[in-house]
């Protein structure tokens, strides 16, 4: 253990920066040795601030080695600055100044892959959000907005690509055989936000009128073999900026938008002004290679990175702690997007289904934080799916309080009113609220309180009167350093059923409707609702329309009207969901206690109906047939028992497949999709519930079903259907598995990001020896420590694998503990991402809890990088 422990930062000792620069001059001479950056700062001190004699205090990194630094031209000797924790620390400074740095670089040597380093042949940047400081000392913070010049220097024969953020002003051949070429953004920008890419790559250009009419030139640069893959993300891009200025009235501000992809990334991608950065896993896309989800993956990110360009960009973050307020926000920006562009209920389930397996898990856990933290050690370790993907909640929260008009007028006066600073999440919610007149004070909490709320629905009917109670009761759990909470303002949408299924107009405060919304503020309210004809079943909380766990005490009988004739799409998913639930949670205690396993409910006449009634989207049914997954199964267990989890699931699986044989065998036929591949919503959902036919009819034990997942897997135009048939006979225990497996690898070897998925589905594969067959894995030609996408795959295939991760001798826990050490070395932020499975010993069953404990003290004795300590201490916390 170290001796002086990592500290924390906090929220509300935010202080406005007492310097400021106006610009930025960077010279970078690249060299596969050592690289020398220049920086000339412009630099003032800031009228804003109090503390007017404050000593100038840079961020640097431990890998940044200082040559020269000097005060306009003063040269500083060794007595007039001080280098301390990284820092860079002048204390005699003038009021307007320019300051030099000269500092020396390894990229080569940096495994971080945060700052300048090398991903294959190439120099790429990750800045975000504390990367800039290890290339330069520099106010590394995002309120310190800066106008950037930017001259590259290098070997053009090597690297004949030269990019940075804004436009090339100037490339010109030096005396000494190197090319300069200079960049220049002339929109103010944190240095989080500056990127620098220079290798030999290839392009495919295109171009883009926007509204007003300027041309704008795309570009996409990748190495030569995969610009044949980057098609569709050109298209995705001008969709993205079309559907920016329909829906959002944001155009593109400068005359070119860059996008390179490169294998060595720890995300997806990176929003640099000017210059996005993408995980070539992230962008790069053909049919033979990429299946449905990854397509639509790559969609919805380059969407997400282009939408940052207003949200996130023009208009940044005061302070890291208010990183939902660019996050959430462009989050729920790409999620409207994809669903304007494919199938809205279909992207709204998929969505809400990851949020409440895996942020309510993070809700749940010792991790748990509000969207707008109060306090971290790590900025790293707050790109979590609380800051993303529920701050995109609370933002489409305030649209659904708001109507789409008043939250358009809300964004549009916000991007008014805030272009070019950066500002906080409350001013988000005061253009809101401005622009709107709706009150959203009590609304707030929802950014400062964690945890996952709870509602109890209880109701009454009247007969007599015809009149209907709601009383909804809500109740937040407490969390880590928040044991009590306050009622949050929470929207839930609701519709009334008669028992025929058709929808009750009703009246509620007057207003006459088949649907209603109700505002909870209190923590406990009545809602009464009058011409209500007959006993209702409510349809509640519509389109998810707050992230709560609600609760109300359903029939099979009703789940099954609401399953068949809920007039919202989402809510019928739910019901399926909710009634295959219940249906799990029997077979998982009967599990628990050791009965034999038997099914109690009419589930597989409901799923029946679905696979027959032609009238519904395949996706859907897809969706609703696929049985919870069973990280949600272990979200919603008081105590998680992996393996009675694995096997309910594993029953149900099978009695669905044998008492449904015969309509998933018809399923499966009727749902082949003719033609050229296309990754549009029509045959994606096709293909989902073909693939999804095929698992359940192999399941069922008929043969010829073995036949069809090979001849499948081996005629397959696609990597859709090739991987899915793969996939089933892997995880179905086809007795070809093996042999499919070999052809895959054989077939792919040479295309990375399909041997990727051949690691994730060897490693997840459920088999006696699976540790040892992972621990060989590490050691094959395909896989490489360096690469986070093939750390993730492996590790992450892996943690999947329940009978091999959960062993009682606690072998699976000590395996990940070895690995996180191992690489928290190299890459902290990866390590780091790693930790999530073991911080939930808590919630497991007691014999497998001490084991994951144990690995957690072990990791915990060990010199730890700041990230794998918060994750670690917090966990035994
Ligand atoms: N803003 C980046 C995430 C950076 C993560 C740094 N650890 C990608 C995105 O959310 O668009
Ligand atoms: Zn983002």
């Given at each position: 253990m170290k001796e002086s422990q990592p500290s924390a930062i906090y929220l509300k000792d935010y202080k406005v920066p007492p310097f400021l620069i106006d610009k930025t001059e960077l010279t970078f001479e690249l060299d596969e040795a050592t690289t020398v950056v220049t920086s000339k700062l412009h630099m003032r001190r800031n009228p804003d601030s109090t503390e007017n004699t404050a000593p100038l205090v840079l961020d640097g990194g431990e890998d940044v080695k200082l040559v020269a630094v000097a005060m306009d031209d003063y040269v500083l000797p060794s007595g007039e600055y001080q280098l301390v924790d990284n820092q860079l620390i002048i204390t005699a400074t003038a009021d307007n100044f320019v300051l030099t740095c000269e500092t020396l670089i390894e990229p080569q040597n940096n495994t971080r892959l945060e700052g300048l380093y090398r991903s294959s042949s190439m120099f790429c940047t990750q800045c975000e959000a504390e990367g800039f400081r290890h290339i330069t000392y520099y106010?590394?913070?995002?309120?310190v907005m800066s106008v950037f010049t930017t001259r590259i220097i290098a070997d053009a024969t090597k690297y004949p690509v030269m990019l940075s953020n804004g436009n090339e002003i100037s490339r010109e051949l030096q005396e000494d055989g190197k090319t300069s070429v200079v960049w220049h953004d002339p929109f103010p920008k944190p240095a989080y936000l500056f990127a620098l890419v220079s290798g030999n790559l290839e392009v495919k250009n295109d171009t883009f009128v926007t509204q007003s009419q300027r041309e704008v030139k795309l570009q996409i640069f990748t190495e030569a073999h995969n610009i044949d893959k980057v098609d569709y993300a050109m298209e995705a891009l001008k969709r993205s900026m079309r559907w920016d200025e329909d829906v959002y009235g944001r155009e593109y501000d400068l005359d070119i938008f860059m996008i390179v992809a490169v294998d060595d990334f720890n995300m997806g991608a990176m929003e640099n002004k000017g210059l996005n950065i993408f995980n070539s896993s992230c962008l790069l896309a053909s049919p033979e290679t990429t299946t449905d989800d990854t397509y639509l993956r790559v969609e919805a990110i380059v969407a997400h990175e282009y939408f940052h360009n207003w949200s996130g960009n023009r208009v940044t973050c005061r302070d890291w702690f208010q990183l939902s307020l660019k996050e959430g926000f462009t989050v729920f920006r790409d999620q409207s997007f994809s669903a304007d562009m494919h199938s809205d209920t279909v992207k709204r389930v998929e969505d809400v289904s990851f949020l409440k397996t895996a942020q309510f898990a993070e809700d749940a856990g010792p991790m748990a934080h509000p969207v707008r933290p109060a306090s971290f050690i790590e900025i790293s370790n707050f790109y979590t799916l609380t800051v993303y993907e529920k701050g995109a909640e609370i933002v489409r929260m305030i649209h659904t309080l708001l109507g789409a008009e008043n939250f358009r007028k809300g964004s549009d006066l916000y991007f008014e009113r805030h272009d070019g600073q950066a500002v906080t999440c409350d001013d988000f919610v005061a253009a809101m609220q401005d622009a709107s007149g709706v009150d959203l004070t009590q609304f707030k909490r929802w950014y400062s309180q964690a945890g996952t709320p709870q509602i109890r629905v209880t109701d009454e009917y009247d007969a007599q009167s015809q009149t209907y109670q709601l009383t909804l009761q809500q109740e937040t759990p407490a969390t880590p350093g928040q044991p009590t909470k306050l009622p949050l303002h929470i929207p839930v949408r609701l519709g009334l059923i008669d028992e025929s299924g058709n929808a009750l107009s009703v009246s509620s405060s007057g207003h006459v409707s088949d649907e209603h919304l109700l505002e909870l503020t209190e923590a406990e309210q009545v809602f009464e609702f009058t011409q209500v004809a007959t006993k209702p079943v409510p349809s509640l909380l519509r389109g998810f329309s707050a992230p709560v766990k609600l609760s109300y005490d359903y029939s099979s009988a009703d789940l099954l009207l609401l399953l068949s004739s809920d007039q919202d799409g989402f809510n019928r998913w739910n019901a399926g969901q909710q009634l295959a639930v219940n249906e799990l949670n029997t077979l998982i205690e009967q599990a628990v206690a050791g009965e034999t396993l038997s099914l109690t409910s009419n589930l597989v006449e409901g799923f029946k109906s679905l696979l027959q009634d032609a009238s519904l989207d395949p996706a859907m049914v897809a969706l609703i047939l696929n049985l919870p997954s069973q990280a949600y199964l272990s979200e919603l267990a008081q105590v998680i028992h992996p393996n009675a989890i694995k096997q309910a699931r594993q029953y149900l699986k099978k009695q669905i497949a044998e008492s449904l044989q015969a309509d998933f065998a018809q399923a499966y036929q009727q749902h082949q999709v003719t033609g050229q591949y296309q990754a549009e919503a029509k045959d994606i959902a096709s293909r989902s519930l073909k693939n999804l036919a095929l698992s359940y009819w192999l399941e069922s034990g008929d043969d010829a079903a073995k036949q069809v997942v090979v001849a499948q897997f081996e005629s397959a135009d696609n990597m859709t259907d090739q991987f899915a048939a793969l996939s089933i006979a892997v995880h179905h225990g086809h007795d070809k598995a093996d042999d499919l497996l070999d052809a895959f690898y054989q077939q792919w070897q040479n295309e990375p990001l399909v041997v990727n998925k051949w690691l994730m589905l060897s490693a997840s594969r459920e088999q006696e020896d699976a540790i040892a067959k992972v621990t060989a894995l590490m050691e094959h030609e395909a896989f490489d420590l360096k690469n986070p996408n093939k750390v993730r795959s492996l590790l992450g295939g892996f943690g999947q694998n329940i009978a091999a991760f959960h062993q009682v001798d606690g072998s699976g826990y000590q395996f990940l503990a070895d690995q996180i050490l191992v690489l928290d070395k190299r890459n902290p932020q990866i390590a780091s991402r790693l930790c999530t499975p073991l911080t939930r010993w808590k919630k497991m069953a007691p014999e497998l809890s001490v084991k994951m404990k144990a690995e957690l003290e072990r990791i915990m004795a060990n010199e730890l990088s700041k990230d794998v300590y918060e994750v670690i201490s917090k966990s035994l916390a």
């Open positions: 106010l590394d913070r995002p309120d």
